[in-house]
Structure formats: structure tokens, C-alpha cells
């Protein structure tokens, strides 16, 4: 099963989802699909890595992962990430309900 916003592989140990990101937000949510992207509302600021930070600290609680099972893999520097989780113990359609 596959989503335009996300890909799963080596038989669902392998998690990579296409990310847009809006950072400053009041809270950190996600806020629907963005294109070919899920996107996600950040409160804090794209300044010194805040808003990365912030972004990955959603995502383990999210998926319910150890911090060593989120990886920013593309966008560091930008509003469109990529980011792989590592055994995800959920499918990514949670994060929409």
C-alpha cells in the first residue's frame, strides 16, 4: 500500500514520508496533504535547527519510535522534507485521523 506522500519498503521496515512544513505555527499538527506531500504545522522557528527539532521530536511521539528510529533524510534547509523512520510500529495514514 502506497500514498503519493509516503513509501514503504524492505517488507514495512522502512518507512519515507514526503513532508512540507510550516514552521511559526501556534501548534505543532498535521494539517492534511500539501501536493504529493503530508503537511505539517510547526511551532517553533526555522532558526538553529528549531523547527527540524521540533518536527522530528513530533514524529517519534507520532509513531511511538526511539529518536534513533527518525532520520531527516533531505531538506534541512527547506520547507520540503524527507524523513525515513526505521520500524515503524503504525502505518503513516494515523497521522491523518
Not at 517553533?44 to 509513531?63: G, I, M, V, Y
Request: aromatic share 6%; net charge positive; with cysteine.
Amino acid at each position: 500500500m502506497s500514498e503519493s506522500w509516503y513509501t514503504v519498503k524492505e517488507n514495512g521496515r522502512l518507512l519515507t514520508l514526503s513532508l512540507y512544513i510550516q514552521p511559526n505555527a501556534s501548534k505543532t499538527e498535521v494539517a492534511g496533504l500539501h501536493g504529493d506531500a503530508l503537511k505539517i504545522k510547526v511551532a517553533a522557528s526555522p532558526t538553529d535547527h528549531q523547527a527540524n527539532d521540533k518536527l522530528l521530536e513530533f514524529l517519534r511521539k507520532s509513531f511511538k519510535v526511539a529518536k534513533n528510529q527518525v532520520v531527516l533524510k533531505h531538506g534541512e534547509h527547506s520547507r520540503r522534507k524527507v524523513v525515513e523512520i526505521l520500524d515503524p510500529p503504525c502505518l503513516p495514514e494515523t497521522l491523518l485521523a
